[in-house]
């Protein structure tokens, strides 16, 4: 059985995908691990790490929108405002 070492514990890699996602960029999130966990890893590794453990994308068909729901907009479809 091959075990694979990680340099960064799971619980680590879990919070910067966290903050990731929330919304920070990749180098705001390698600060933010260092000033709250004195865990210095660069803006790479985590963006490896995003790359690793993104949910893959399900395909499926695409559904059409059958109405829409507007309010107060003016818009354009052709030659007629709606």
Not at 15 to 32: E, H, Q
Not at 39 to 57: D, E, G, L, N, T
Request: with cysteine.
């Amino acid at each position: 059985m091959i075990i694979k070492r990680n340099r960064t514990p799971s619980s680590y890699i879990g919070r910067a995908l966290y903050l990731y996602f929330l919304g920070l960029s990749t180098r705001n999130v390698a600060k933010a691990m260092f000033c709250f966990r004195k865990v210095k890893r660069s803006h790479v590794a985590i963006w490896k790490w995003i790359q690793k453990y993104h949910p893959r994308k399900i395909l499926s068909k695409r559904k059409r929108i059958s109405e829409f729901i507007i309010d107060e907009t003016l818009l354009k479809v052709g030659f007629e405002f709606i």
